[in-house]
């Protein structure tokens, strides 16, 4: 924790971009915000601020909309060939990993998680999804269909599908992985030919408005992508509402998603929603316990609990549950917490304020509920937004540390008897986002891979992300998939053509 003099030294480009109070892009023009104002921005293992960024609202809000209505209806975008626009979004790719130092810093300065992820998994991760895209863009098709019209038998049809972008997309993304979920939401939307509106986490503003110079730099036309920086109330809400906008991406909290269901249902946009989870990541007697606790800890730990997917309800067969939480909490004990920058560092602090508030309190309501705290439990030191990795048993469904969301690195651990007792637990949630399991037994693996109600069943492993990978929830952790062929079909409108010939 006291690693000031170990610091990654700041990247020359890191220092100057911060410097100045950043502008926001509208119409393909960096520009201040309408009424003036700006906001900080902290740096989240001191609490100091590092850089100011507009304030936008309503009025900023309208001129992007406007300016992506245009370069949707009028612009070249749209007309531009495939493979020009394949081009384009690969070289966004390409630019991305030209810059991978200074995008990793400005990320692990603005989020504060540890800068060796940032570089070898954020930054190559968000890289890798503009390359996969741009490969998409040329084989965007549709079908030809046979008819067999029982009132016309003696008619010929000619007809096929077309898959047409959806229009304007309004993108509103979290602080969890400022620059990934860009890259997640970006990419399908690029490559079909949408243009959008992308409103950045007012926590973690920097590395969005970076990309927006990059994709300019790749050659992105005017008002294709248009970036806002804002809060949820005054930036989020009247651009999810807004008329012009035909389609609302939304990655957050499954609160915020209930509201954007709410304003895009004044004219049915179309919606899509990667939210809130509390995944259960099971280890079997069977498995090779080694990597299974070790794939525990990473499940819950990684980016400091603060993942939609991350493994919080741990759930371990009776014989092995004792080896299992003394491993995980070894594991915890021995992450190194500390600033982000400091490449000592395995777990940096939490994001903000309000979510050091957020993750104290569970702890606190664990404690009072009468969970066992096996180790962590509470804050570290009184600067900056760190928790120790914490590890609580003796809990049930009815407590709020095993029901709830805590998005900070605490698990609840659980014994089962047997995987008939241990299903109904598992899938007793609100939520459906992702899971692991861990067994040498590949018929087991495999059952209950397929009885898991998630979007995503990691078999021993966990995090493992890829472009190529479709990513999303069932029940309250969303609407339809990131990623993947899935989320290139969530930015068209399918055409039915039919032509009598
Ligand atoms: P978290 O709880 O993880 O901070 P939120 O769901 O509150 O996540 O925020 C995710 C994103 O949603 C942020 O960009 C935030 O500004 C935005 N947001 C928050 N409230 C609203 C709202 N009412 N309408 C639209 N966007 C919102």
């Given at each position: ?93 390409d630019l991305i990993l030209q810059n991978l130092e200074e995008l990793a810093q400005l990320e692990s300065l603005d989020n504060g998680k540890p ?351 890829d472009a190529a990978m479709p990513f999303g929830g069932y029940k309250e952790s969303g609407w339809g998939r990131e990623m993947g062929e899935e ?15």
């Open positions: 924790m006291n690693a000031q003099l170990q610091m990654t030294p700041l990247d020359a480009r890191v220092a100057s971009f911060i410097r100045k109070p950043r502008q926001v892009l509208i119409d393909g023009q960096w520009v201040a915000a309408k009424s003036g104002k700006t906001f900080e921005v902290y740096d989240p293992s001191t609490g100091a601020e590092i850089a100011r960024v507009a304030a936008c609202e309503k009025a900023d809000v309208d001129a992007a909309v406007a300016a992506a209505r245009r370069a949707f209806d009028s612009g070249p975008w749209a007309r531009m060939s495939p493979s020009q626009r394949g081009r384009i979004i690969w070289k966004i790719g800068i060796g992820v940032a570089r070898a998994a954020d930054v190559p991760l968000a890289a890798d999804l503009f390359h996969y895209m741009a490969g998409w863009a040329t084989k965007l098709e549709g079908n030809t269909i046979g008819l067999s019209v029982p009132y016309t038998p003696d008619a010929q049809y000619h007809a096929f599908t077309r898959r047409e972008p959806i229009g304007v997309v309004a993108q509103i993304i979290p602080w969890n992985f400022p620059l990934l979920m860009a890259a997640w939401k970006l990419g399908p939307a690029l490559t079909t030919g949408c243009t959008v509106v992308l409103k950045v986490a007012e926590e973690t503003p920097l590395s969005g408005l970076r990309l927006a110079e990059l994709c300019q730099e790749a050659g992105l036309p005017p008002g294709v992508l248009n970036v806002l920086t804002g809060f949820g109330e005054t930036c989020g809400a009247p651009l999810a509402a807004h008329p012009q906008v035909d389609k609302v991406a939304f990655t957050g909290s499954t609160e915020v998603g209930k509201l954007i269901v709410k304003a895009a249902s004044n004219d049915l946009k179309k919606v899509t929603l990667e939210l809130g989870g509390k995944s259960p990541n099971i280890v079997l007697d069977d498995a090779d316990l080694d990597l299974a606790i070790a794939g525990a800890a990473n499940a819950i730990f990684f980016n400091h609990g603060q993942c939609c997917c991350a493994g919080s309800r741990l759930f371990a067969e009776e014989s092995i549950y004792d080896e299992v939480v003394a491993g995980v909490a070894e594991h915890a004990k021995g992450i190194k917490v500390g600033s982000g920058l400091d490449p000592q560092t395995e777990m940096g602090p939490l994001v903000s304020t309000e979510q050091l508030d957020r993750v104290c309190g569970f702890l606190d309501s664990g404690q009072a509920e009468g969970a066992e705290t096996v180790v962590g439990g509470r804050r570290v030191g009184d600067t900056g937004y760190f928790v120790e990795p914490t590890v609580l048993a003796g809990t049930n469904p009815q407590m709020k540390v095993e029901a709830e969301e805590i998005f900070g690195p605490v698990v609840t651990v659980k014994p089962f008897k047997s995987t008939d007792e241990l299903l109904p637990s598992a899938n007793q949630s609100n939520y459906g986002l992702a899971a692991g399991v861990w067994t040498n037994d590949i018929k087991k693996a495999h059952r209950t891979a397929a009885e898991l109600k998630a979007g995503t069943v990691w078999i021993n492993c966990y995090n493992v992300f989320a290139l079909e969530l930015y068209t409108e399918v055409k039915a053509v039919c032509a009598q010939i």
